[in-house]
């Protein structure tokens, strides 16, 4: 029977974190998928993990590329490949709970042809598999505008789309260093409408190993690249084009980046000035950087 649902899991070097991912596909409740896993030239025993999955039964087909490519190159080659008519897309170290896939498969199955994709909730969860906060979705239908404020869906592994879909709009853009998540939101978005399912299905481990979240570098190329990607529709858009940029400069903070976050939250606050959640900030930081550190320093881990 040919699989209704590929399910594409990129991974380099996380052999221990996939066996985790894989145990929770293998633990759904909907059966009828494929996983193509695409191994972004790994040194670690990943092959042996998938190959102990395939012995128990898993349909999963396996791909190397022979030197790094990265995640949106990886997602790119298993698309190409997947047979199914629904994609849904898994991080090695994410985690599905059981229901996940059949709660999406129903609803999109049974959605009209306008609509693409569908997500779920999220509950974030440390190293040690503490809970930090559940994230429930908040926008459906028509959403392009309300993305430019942010990225509302989240990490990829919540999203079940309509394959047709993503050929219609190119797949990932591998010139991207981050954000290629909300770069594709974006384009499927000025096509077809999302829905959602609000319950918390997805666990986004949050640690250290090997995330480009961590990388500010590659954050703020992926910034500038997807401001000037999109710049003519934020021009359109006075409020999603301030919350955009409020929202880079709290990312910027997390950093310590400063002077550079302060030129953000006040270009914010002179393109959309009904946006009062900039002040705060603006005022917190025209106290200048040494006093800004050192109220941070009160509460570790925050910005104010």
Request: charged fraction near 30%; include cysteine.
């Amino acid at each position: 029977m040919k699989p209704y649902v590929s399910i594409i899991i990129p991974t380099r070097n996380r052999a221990q974190l996939l066996k985790t991912s894989l145990k929770s596909v293998q633990a759904q409740t909907y059966k009828n998928y494929e996983v193509l896993v695409v191994d972004d030239c790994s040194t670690d025993g990943t092959l042996d993990v998938v190959k102990n999955y395939q012995k128990q039964g898993m349909d999963i087909v396996y791909v190397k590329h022979l030197s790094p490519r990265g995640g949106a190159a990886a997602r790119n080659t298993a698309i190409k490949r997947s047979s199914g008519s629904m994609t849904a897309f898994l991080d090695d170290d994410d985690l599905w709970l059981p229901e996940k896939l059949e709660k999406q498969v129903k609803l999109l199955t049974d959605s009209r042809s306008e609509t693409a994709a569908v997500y779920t909730g999220l509950r974030f969860c440390g190293e040690s598999d503490n809970i930090i906060k559940d994230v429930l979705p908040e926008i459906r239908g028509n959403i392009f505008e309300r993305l430019l404020e942010k990225n509302y869906i989240g990490t990829l592994s919540s999203v079940l789309l309509r394959k047709e879909a993503l050929f219609e709009v190119g797949g990932f853009d591998e010139s991207l260093p981050s954000k290629q998540d909300l770069d594709l939101y974006l384009r499927i978005s000025q096509k077809y409408e999302f829905d959602y399912i609000k319950e918390i299905l997805v666990i986004y481990r949050k640690h250290h190993q090997g995330r480009i979240s961590d990388n500010i570098h590659s954050k703020i190329e992926g910034h500038h690249k997807i401001y000037n990607k999109y710049y003519a529709s934020f021009k359109k858009n006075r409020r999603g084009h301030s919350f955009y940029l409020m929202n880079y400069g709290r990312k910027l903070l997390e950093f310590n980046l400063i002077k550079e976050a302060r030129k953000n939250f006040f270009k914010a606050f002179l393109i959309y000035p009904a946006n009062l959640e900039t002040l705060p900030y603006f005022t917190l930081l025209s106290l200048g950087e040494k006093n800004y550190k050192r109220l941070k320093s009160l509460r570790p881990g925050k910005n104010p």
